[in-house]
């Protein structure tokens, strides 16, 4: 009688990562969190404000592109652009998205993102957001090390781990998240500082998510304003920057010797 194939602890893992996003992109009403990233969305708009500008005339791996919602924006600019996701269901509505805004540019592709079938230095720019933190770290880092060219960066917007009311919050909704996700720690990004020369960051969301809990925009409006320039003062204070929600962080990798 033979036997199923035993199938290891990393696969199991991506084979659950698969099934939560296919169930996920293939809803269409929005989850009850949504509300909060108004909290982020001026951190989201300088997020891809900078990976626009990075992907002009290049070529540009879209690590994680979900629907495509933002492929077709740096598509515009890109020479070419490739988006990898492990959910089919996401792969299949970006290509749609993206044939429908008339770009020839850009292919998307079923991948796993710890090992991706590409090719050494392929890549000016890598972006995504919301990825890093459901991969296995060093692999994932690696494997973006490994398809940028000399000089090229990485662009990812990423949540933070730190804050106890966040992971209270958390810990209170477990389907709205994998199992695996591990929001990322001051220490994670050691390992990135392993595989790229420097490792930039910017936070964002603190006092903001107090702002976003009064619905009227005659109130929220003026008060996200106020509360965003006390984020970015609170952001300079080494210890207190790691309490804030996510973080915007650039890798830079090393230019070719010579």
Known sequence: MSQLPVRSADQDRIATEAEFHNRRFAEEEGRAQDRYYGAISHGTAAYIERVSAAARGADVLEY????????????????TLVGIDISSVAIAQARAR??????????????NAERMALPDGAFDLVFGSGIIHHLDLDRSFREIARVLRPGGRAIFMEPLGHNPLI?????????????????????????????????????????TLAAVQFRRPAVQEPLLKVCIALDRGLAHIPGLRW????????LHKAPACG
């Open 64 to 79: 994680g592109c979900a629907q495509g919602v933002r492929s077709v924006t740096v598509a515009a600019a890109a020479r």
């Open 98 to 111: 993206v044939a429908a805004a008339g770009f020839a540019n850009a292919s998307f592709t079923v991948m």
């Open 167 to 207: 992971n209270l919050y958390r810990r209170m909704t477990p389907d709205a998240r994998t199992p695996d996700e591990h929001p990322l720690l001051r220490g994670d990004f050691a390992i990135a500082r392993r595989y790229f020369a420097a490792v930039d960051l910017e936070f964002c969301g603190l006092t």
């Open 243 to 250: 309490a804030f929600w996510h973080c915007c962080m650039t």
